[in-house]
């Protein structure tokens, strides 16, 4: 009877465990898509940050960008990120690495993100509208932003820089925007 139990116990947790994911999901809708620690350093050779500035990293991930951004820049390192798979992989690299990076389990369109002075995206067209008009809103012209492998839809970017890794939906383009 324990074993009946205990069964239908972890078969509750697996099922609410997959709700969960599937509901930040639907809500986010960008699956948790880590870039690859090679295209990392290639975006941050091409790219050249500031010390002691502020790094928003909007949908973080495992913070794997953070980290390397603040190893090589020493950057101060903010993220956001929904889902609870990547938070957990987030936070454990944060420890292991000795980052001082905070990272939210916030969605980061309801956040106010005037403090940054760099904002990093790895993001869907989708998601990239709603952060745009956000943008556009809130009149964050401070910001310098950076988006890897697809670009605002109304946004100029300032510069368009290669980091020659092609994929097939994915042209490995960096787009900096300066507002
Ligand atoms: C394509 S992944 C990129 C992960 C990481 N930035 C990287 O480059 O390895 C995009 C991440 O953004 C997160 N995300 C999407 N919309 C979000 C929102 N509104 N608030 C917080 N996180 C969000 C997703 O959960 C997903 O993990």
Same mark, same amino acid.
């Given at each position: 009877m324990f074993w009946l139990y205990?069964?239908?116990f972890i078969l509750l947790i697996v099922f609410i465990v997959a709700i969960v994911t599937l509901v930040i999901l639907l809500k986010t809708k960008v699956p948790f898509v880590s870039l690859p620690i090679k295209t990392i350093n290639k975006i941050?050779?091409?790219?050249?940050?500031?010390? @002691?500035e502020i790094l928003y990293e909007l949908g973080c991930g495992d913070s794997r960008f953070l980290?390397?951004?603040?190893?090589?820049?020493?950057?101060?390192?903010?993220?956001?990120?929904? @889902?609870?798979?990547?938070?957990?992989?987030?936070k454990l690299n944060i420890f292991f690495h000795q980052a001082e990076i905070v990272v939210y389990n916030k969605d980061f369109l309801k956040e106010d993100l005037s403090k940054a002075d760099?904002?990093?995206?790895?993001?869907?067209?989708?998601?990239?509208?709603?952060?745009?008009?956000k943008i556009i809103k809130n009149n964050y012209s401070e910001v310098k932003i950076i988006s890897y492998g697809f670009k605002f839809p109304n946004l100029t970017p300032s510069q368009v820089l290669s980091t020659q890794d092609r994929t097939n939906n994915n042209k490995g383009l960096v787009y900096i925007y300066n507002l």
């Open positions: 205990f069964i239908l941050l050779d091409l790219i050249s940050l500031e010390e @002691n980290i390397a951004a603040q190893r090589k820049y020493k950057i101060k390192g903010v993220g956001y990120e929904l @889902n609870w798979w990547a938070l957990i992989r987030s760099y904002i990093f995206v790895y993001l869907l067209d989708s998601a990239l509208l709603k952060l745009e008009k």
